[in-house]
């Protein structure tokens, strides 16, 4: 079975500009959460949805959106990029709200210049 | 307050040997998740082991084992037999109760495994 899948990989966009990340989940999976991991940090919590629902929301600015389609994938929108915006973006996939393993993907890697 | 606490930025251990590497946690909710993830040069974030704040036993998975006490609230992660392939940031993480997916995590411990 294919892990948890996002795309693209690595992305260069320059300040002002709006990108749209992608993540596929794990066959079966309905819960999505999207993170932001900035260098030498730990990821911190942007967004989760599941059944399609927005469940929780981290402190991010409202530049930062997202949605989950009915086959459980999901976007993450970031608009008016600035400098700070360059991390890793890391999509998780659970089985449901609250299971006992969440599983990630290989991340995007953004690079705002 | 920081909800997660890893005390160790970086450690340098000879392979074969066992490695402990901590955390504290800081929650007032009964009821919660404890995680251990495996982040390589490559980036991805790889599960390891889960302990449920419920469960009578410590989790074990192969070579993982958490050692969680709960009353001192800690939640280290033990490696069994380590291996050149540890090599890596290992984050300890956190979800508070029911209510979503948000997990908490720590600012990770750099392991490097000696030849």
């Known amino acids: 079975d294919a892990g948890v899948t996002q795309s693209p990989t690595h992305l260069i966009k320059t300040r002002g500009q709006h990108v749209t990340l992608r993540c596929s989940p794990i066959?079966?999976?309905?819960?999505v959460s999207w993170y932001q991991q900035v260098l030498g940090q730990g990821p911190q919590f942007i967004f989760q949805?599941?059944?399609?629902?927005?469940?929780g929301r981290g402190n991010f600015p409202d530049r930062f959106s997202a949605r989950q389609f009915p086959n459980y994938s999901s976007e993450l929108n970031v608009n008016a990029l600035l400098l700070g915006d360059s991390a890793l973006y890391l999509c998780a996939s659970s089985l449901w709200q609250g299971a006992s393993e969440a599983f990630f993907g290989q991340g995007t890697r953004l690079t705002v210049v | 307050a920081q909800k997660i606490t890893q005390t160790q930025p970086g450690m340098f251990v000879q392979e074969k040997e066992a490695v402990t590497l901590d955390c504290t946690y800081d929650?007032?909710?009964?009821?919660?998740?404890l995680f251990w993830y495996k982040q390589p040069s490559s980036g991805e974030m790889i599960f390891l082991i889960y302990?449920?704040?419920?469960?009578?036993q410590n989790a074990t998975e192969g070579r993982y084992s958490l050692n969680f006490q709960k009353a001192r609230k800690s939640a280290n992660l033990v490696i069994s037999a380590s291996q050149l392939g540890d090599s890596a940031m290992y984050f300890c993480?956190?979800?508070?109760?029911?209510?979503?997916?948000?997990?908490?995590f720590g600012k990770g411990t750099r392991l490097h495994i000696l030849p």
């Open positions: 929650t007032s909710d009964p009821s919660y998740g």
């Open positions: 302990q449920g704040s419920y469960d009578q």
């Open positions: 066959s079966g999976h309905k819960s």
């Open positions: 949805y599941y059944e399609k629902e927005e469940r």
């Open positions: 993480a956190m979800r508070e109760g029911w209510g979503d997916d948000k997990i908490i």
